[in-house]
């Protein structure tokens, strides 16, 4: 038996470059900041469909997604893993709680970034800290911040959720641009505002902006839609 | 300015069929399980390599982009967060500690799979109730588990990291398959030993099974060089 574990065990990993070669576009992580209601994840999605239909390979990640499963809060967590655990690892909404929040998020679209996948984050994240360390913890050019700057009154009026609503009636506390902060970036690679302009607009301004970075590049198939409408 | 926010906002998400559709494979989670020193980590690298080649879009979860950042312990969050963070959301090595590390590594496995792409997860993940949570979040069919049942004494032989020696001279507590148990799957999708075949010979072999399942199609240009060496 002892000969058979000389077996050559020849290590070949896919280096980050042959994959993203292979792709035809580079990997990195979009991350939309802004007010509930600015518009994130709505934008992500559209941005997302895009980039899909030019075969380029993306992932929205937003509470929808992450809340239930990677970030569930000790609710969620009580019936499959005990009282304990889910006290111990639930996530609720203190400072430390939201920035462990943001610090998972962040691991987890580093690591999307690594497979080649160009990751779009829609998360309030209302601390210049918290994403200044996911800006970090990627290579540069990687993290592109884009602010979602619509103004607040367009958000409450939105108010897709219901949540400002409540936060004015004081029924949920600590909420951002109520009663809580909201730091706006000072240097995000990109600002827009969902105010006046489509999704599918703001969309394409990000795009553009990918394009410039030489992150990836649009098919002619898209051009020509987005050129029919 | 209240009538701009009327601007229509259409949702439009990907499917995960239209992803798939697109891709050419279906997404699901690979999870390998064995003791350390089995070949886990060796044969998932080997078969992200094969996948890769055949255009079929993989990522690799191993100790080694996933102890440093989502499931970091408390000395690594320290210099970033502080101590109470740390101390807070640091994993180590008690019980529920290695049950969040496998829950956070499933949980990022399926945001992986619903992206579309084929999660190759390598970890001791010794308890079969953490293995099967991680089956439940999924859907059926898109949990494969694989067990690398290499004998104990040639992982022990091979070594690699050192642990082995470590664990028996008492200076690792806790060990799997030293002083701890590691709970073998009852109704793994696979069963694979790394006692004499390559990681190349076992990544071929869960190729035919993905094949067989429908899940993705080699395209002949591996065929070809698989055939030629």
């Not at 997302?48 to 929205?60: E, M, P, R, T, Y």
């Not at 609720?92 to 580093?110: C, K, T």
Request: glycine residues 10%.
């Amino acid at each position: 038996m002892s000969n058979d574990t000389n077996v050559k065990w020849h290590e070949h990993q896919v280096s980050r470059e042959q994959r993203e070669s292979l792709n035809g576009h580079r990997g990195c992580v979009i991350w939309f900041t802004g007010l509930s209601g600015s518009g994130k994840s709505t934008i992500a999605n559209a941005l997302d469909h895009k980039l899909f239909q030019n075969g380029i390979h993306s992932a929205v990640l937003d509470g929808d997604n992450v809340r239930h499963t990677l970030n569930a809060g000790p609710g969620m967590l009580k019936e499959a893993h005990g009282e304990q655990f889910a006290k111990r690892f639930g996530l609720g909404f203190s400072a430390i709680d939201r920035e462990e929040n943001i610090r998972r998020i962040g691991s987890v679209a580093q690591l999307f970034a690594e497979a080649g996948v160009i990751a779009l984050t829609a998360f309030i994240s209302p601390y210049r800290s918290d994403r200044e360390r996911v800006r970090k913890s990627l290579r540069a050019g990687e993290f592109i911040e884009v602010f979602v700057d619509t103004p607040m009154e367009i958000c409450e009026s939105r108010d897709p959720k219901g949540l400002y609503k409540q936060a004015r009636a004081g029924l949920i506390k600590g909420f951002t641009g109520i009663d809580d902060p909201y730091e706006a970036p000072e240097s995000a690679e990109m600002t827009i505002s969902a105010a006046n302009k489509t999704p599918d607009e703001l969309a394409d301004e990000v795009i553009a902006y990918l394009e410039q970075q030489g992150i990836c590049r649009r098919s002619s198939v898209l051009q020509s839609r987005t050129v029919n409408g």
